[in-house]
């Protein structure tokens, strides 16, 4: 994870993670048997490109954002 984001279980919110390790404790809106897991990353606002006269342009280099590698759920 490069950013915040929003987690959703079973249609609730169940939280928000911004800052390592982006853990969550998720146990209180689980069901038994098959659950619903949505994750929505927020962008960094360093990657927003801005409209100008000659078409658009980024004033930073972009940089990492999103998820990167499998989101891992524990039983404890």
């Known amino acids: 994870m ?3 984001a929003a ?3 079973n249609g609730k919110e169940a939280g928000k ?3 390592q390790p982006y853990t969550l404790d998720i146990t209180s809106y689980l069901n038994e048997g098959e659950n619903a897991i949505e994750i929505t990353v927020t962008p960094r606002k360093m990657n927003r490109y ?4 000659n078409g658009q342009y980024s004033s930073e280099e972009l940089i990492d954002t999103g998820m ?3 989101a891992v759920t524990c039983a404890s």
């Open 2 to 4: 490069y950013t915040a």
């Open 7 to 9: 987690i959703k279980v």
């Open 17 to 19: 993670v911004m800052y």
């Open 68 to 70: 990167e590698g499998p």
């Open 50 to 53: 801005y409209n100008t006269p």
